[in-house]
């Protein structure tokens, strides 16, 4: 058996470049998980190689993060950005790079673990090309999306063909909460084999720095209650439901208040216009007196901005996990969520923070309330939701769990399915 230090492995993570700027909107949550889990296992000995496509012809083809880290940019398609419901076409090409750059390098993926249903369709070409072993994140579910869009994109049939096939097909699927294992029990297949291993978070970053001192720095009176979203702008994020919810508050007499709606945008794309949007509902609520708008939320301000809020509020209509939650509680802030998905395991309610039904203005008004209503049981509940990162969510935590996944998986038998269903990509 080989020790671990000789075992490479590759993160494939198509449209979620593990190397951008986190915040806009097409990088998010799975952008941090596979940068986070690639550096953290680089740290437990394997070699990891984060594969992605090159989204513009500027961009670094390798970006070197630590010395077994990095992350490789394979050209696809055009060299420049393309919507991930439009990606899918363009497959073939990042397999062929993909088997071409390991020729070329020498290396040989035993084990791939894909992110996303695009990068499930490259992993399990790749593991009848080549016979490796596949472990699969899905970050998003099309059967749960599908379920609250009013459009189904042409892409759709496709998509939830390849989710089928490898929860079916793949060694290992990895459910980031319970709840996520059981839409797929429920609503993909009840075949194919689940572990749950949860996103993490780096609890040395966060927690570092006291309220009142966060306050200080942004500029914020110490007796002023600050709400904060932080996220990209989307409509299923919920913002909507939180602006609406702060006014109530507001009304109902919270006087001393500070919304920060934190999260990047580029104007005239998807996000700029969310962001625009949700401007003209503060505007026509009477609330740019208290809203804020301080753009995409850098690593060196996050720690900040978290320890400055009494509140976080995460009122997505629906959220698989929900790093935001955990990266709020990481600083000792309650968190109130959408009782949805991830957030149901993250946030333990009247313990760490509370949940309300997604796009109830009222029930988030109701929650945010009685929060700051109490600032003896709000230090209670920021302290405890520390307590639980600390105990379930700590990146490198994650990370051990995955690599003795991977080391499981790699003494197992290779067991290829019965018959070759390969997802037509034409
Ligand atoms: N984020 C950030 N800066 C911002 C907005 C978001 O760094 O201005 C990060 C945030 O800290 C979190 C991630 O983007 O790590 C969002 O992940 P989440 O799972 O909450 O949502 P997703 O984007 O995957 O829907």
């Given at each position: 058996m080989n020790s671990v230090s000789q075992k490479h492995i590759a993160l494939i993570s198509v449209h979620g470049d593990p190397a951008v700027e986190i915040g806009k909107e097409e990088a998010g949550g799975q952008n941090v998980y596979v940068r986070q889990v690639g550096e953290a296992l680089a740290k437990l000995g394997w070699q990891v190689d984060m594969f992605t496509r090159?989204?513009?012809?500027?961009?670094?083809k390798i970006v070197q993060h630590s010395t077994n880290c990095r992350t490789i940019r394979i050209t696809a398609g055009p060299e420049e950005f393309i919507p991930r419901d439009n990606l899918f076409k363009h497959i073939p090409e990042f397999v062929e790079q993909m088997l071409k750059f390991q020729q070329e390098s020498g290396i040989e993926y035993e084990i791939v673990h894909t992110n996303y249903w695009l990068s499930a369709a490259v992993g399990m070409e790749l593991k009848k090309i080549q016979g490796c072993k596949q472990v699969h994140t899905y970050h998003s579910l099309g059967a749960v999306k599908y379920k609250s869009v009013s459009t189904i994109p042409m892409i759709a049939k496709t998509r939830l063909a390849v989710e089928k096939e490898v929860l079916e097909t793949a060694q290992r699927i990895v459910a980031t909460s319970p709840q996520e294992q059981e839409h797929m029990r429920s609503?993909?297949?009840?075949?194919g084999n689940i572990d749950i291993i949860p996103c993490g978070t780096d609890i040395h970053r966060f927690?570092?720095?006291q309220q009142q001192q966060a306050k200080q720095q942004l500029g914020i009176n110490p007796d002023t209650k600050v709400i904060l979203y932080v996220g990209r702008?989307?409509?299923?994020?919920g913002i909507e439901t939180l602006v609406r919810a702060v006014a109530q508050s507001k009304l109902r007499g919270n006087a001393d208040l500070k919304l920060i709606i934190g999260g990047g945008s580029r104007p005239g794309q998807s996000d700029g216009k969310e962001r625009e949007r949700i401007e003209g509902i503060v505007n026509e609520l009477g609330m740019q007196d208290f809203t804020?708008?301080?753009g995409r939320l850098g690593d060196d301000d996050l720690p900040t901005y978290y320890a400055a809020a009494d509140i976080c509020v995460?009122?997505?209509?629906?959220?698989?996990?929900?790093l935001v939650a955990i990266e709020a509680m990481a600083s000792g802030t309650p968190v109130v969520a959408s009782d949805v998905g991830g957030l149901q395991y993250t946030v333990v309610p009247e313990e760490t923070g509370l949940l309300a039904p997604p796009k109830d203005v009222n029930a988030f008004a109701t929650a945010i309330d009685r929060i700051l209503s109490n600032s003896e049981w709000r230090a209670q509940l920021g302290y405890a939701a520390r307590k639980r990162v600390e105990d379930m969510f700590s990146w490198d935590g994650v990370a051990a769990q995955l690599s003795k996944l991977y080391n499981q998986i790699l003494e197992e038998p290779l067991v290829l399915p019965a018959k070759d269903e390969a997802i037509a990509t034409a």
């Open positions: 090159k989204a513009s012809a500027s961009q670094q609503l993909v297949s009840t075949k927690g570092k720095i702008f989307d409509v299923r994020k804020v708008f301080p995460v009122p997505s209509h629906y959220e698989p996990f929900g």
